[in-house]
């Protein structure tokens, strides 16, 4: 039951009056204002009859927990609201999104096409054990060029894949070339949106068929648990290619039963994807974890807001030291992606980014031991400010010559900028960087700087 019958999701309301109301379950037994947390495996069956009806589907009420859950509906209908799609699934993690959002499309044997520049954890996943699945990936080098995508086209090429806000990089795509593309080739196009949210851009407005998100980062904010979701835009007509996505095209039961397209219309991916890939595999959202998710989305927009800026006055700040070589902020109009994040980031392009420093690891390693406020991790989004190294941590698993060719250089450090007040933020960074200057006037440490300079490999 909700509040209102004016239905969310179609701009009805504004964005922050859909994070705080859309899907939400009032009343109850006890009139409880707050979606409680529905924390039970199962639902029970009146009777013998009921229970047949129930796995049959034809009363449309809930069985277990790995498949729906009270809790974990009112969060989806809340995201479907938010991205502008027509459902949602809850899952454990982002990685978990991932996973499942690939596997309602993909089979052994397929291929698909991906941008090159995403979370490392994404890759790996990719080239490793999707592999194993005998699915196979293939990075485009430059995903500017819409030929370079096009000539990479297999007989097999099920779906096009990218990140909106590129960790760490932050080298956006242009996500509604990429959609007229994939719509072109009869593709469905899939984009993780972790690191902007639908406050900063909703891709499913520019073309993109499929959103995926770790709603472990700022969707929930609070870093006190992982999540993740995979948004149905309902636009993909799969039943236009039978032959390239017979899992949405043969009858559900045999000879003579509808398809899930015809069953379920244009849900049909994310029936699929929920009951089939997800339900069984199993990697369900506990209800505690989708509360938790649903108190963080109801600041969503404030919080994000905040973080765009501080994240632009600290870039601004970081470009103004000599120290730094560069900062891959795409809010700035030194950056090469400064005219897309104008096009598609009116309100900001987030707040993880990377900056690189001159004097390499070791001025890596002295920023980051020094500063007090930022919290050395390995998470993004938080309302808390975060830094880490990835090229001894997240990265540290490829050759010197691949983080090299991605721009992971040894003096790349990057930031998940929170919400805190920016002169706080600015007076830990000074004082890191007071610390770095403190080692440059030490001829020992000169020394040590200048063995390590941005353009040597780590393990120099
Ligand atoms: C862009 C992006 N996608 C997915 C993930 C994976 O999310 P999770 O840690 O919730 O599995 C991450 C994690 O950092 C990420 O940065």
């Known amino acids: 039951m909700t509040t209102t019958a004016t239905p969310y999701g179609q701009d009805h309301f504004g964005f922050a009056t859909e994070q705080v109301h859309a899907g939400e379950i009032v009343g109850g037994d006890f009139g409880a204002r707050i979606t409680p947390i529905y924390l039970t495996a199962g639902f029970v069956f009146d009777s013998f009859d009921h229970a047949q009806a129930r796995f049959a589907g034809e009363d449309g009420g809930l069985v277990y927990t790995r ?20 459902d949602s699934l809850l899952v454990a993690s982002g990685q978990a999104a991932i996973t499942v959002a690939l596997l309602g499309i993909l089979k ?35 995903p500017h060029d819409i030929e370079d995508w096009r000539r990479r086209i297999r007989p097999n090429t099920r779906a096009i894949y990218g990140e909106t806000i590129p960790n760490p990089k932050n080298d956006l795509i242009d996500i509604g070339q990429i959609a007229a593309f994939a719509r072109e080739e009869g593709l469905p196009f899939v984009i993780d949106s972790t690191a902007s949210t639908p406050y900063l851009i909703r891709p499913l407005d520019h073309g993109a068929s499929i959103v995926v998100h770790s709603a472990s980062k700022f969707l929930s904010g609070h870093g006190a648990s992982l999540a993740g979701v995979v948004i149905d835009g309902g636009t993909f007509d799969w039943a236009r290619y039978p032959d390239k996505f017979p899992q949405f095209n043969t009858p559900i039961g045999g000879a003579g039963s ?8 244009n849900t049909a991916y994310l029936e699929y994807t929920r009951t089939i890939i997800a339900g069984r595999l199993g990697p369900v959202l506990s209800p505690l974890n989708a509360f938790l998710l649903q108190q963080g989305l109801e600041t969503l927009s ?34 090469p992606s400064h005219a897309i994040a104008r096009r598609y980031y009116p309100r900001g392009t987030g707040s993880v980014f990377g900056f690189t420093l001159h004097g390499g690891l070791a001025d890596a390693r002295t920023l980051i031991d020094s500063v007090e406020l930022f919290s ?17 941590t997240s990265h540290a698993h490829l050759s010197a010559e691949e983080r090299d060719r991605l721009g992971i250089f040894p003096g790349l450090v990057r930031l998940s900028v929170g919400i805190e007040d920016e002169d706080d933020l600015l007076a830990d960074l000074a004082q890191a960087f ?8 030490s001829p020992v440490s000169v020394a040590v700087s200048e063995l390590s300079g941005a353009e040597l490999p780590l393990s120099a």
């Open 67 to 86: 498949y729906a859950n009270p809790t974990n509906a009112a969060v989806e209908a809340k995201l479907t609201a938010l991205e502008h799609g027509v």
């Open 376 to 392: 050395r991790m390995s998470h993004l989004g938080d309302v808390r400010s975060l830094v880490l190294h990835p090229g001894t």
């Open 258 to 265: 509808p398809t899930l397209v015809q069953k379920f219309g």
């Open 108 to 142: 052994s044997g397929d291929h698909f096409l991906s941008a090159p520049s995403l979370y490392e954890g994404s890759k790996t996943l990719f080239r490793e054990n999707f592999a194993r699945f005998g699915i196979e990936v293939e990075f485009v080098d430059d």
């Open 302 to 335: 404030l919080r994000v807001a905040q973080h765009s800026r501080n994240a632009l006055t600290v870039a601004r700040w970081l470009e103004a030291q000599p120290e730094v070589a560069s900062v891959d902020y795409p809010g700035l109009p030194s950056n």
């Open 434 to 441: 007071a610390a770095l200057r403190a080692t440059h006037a």
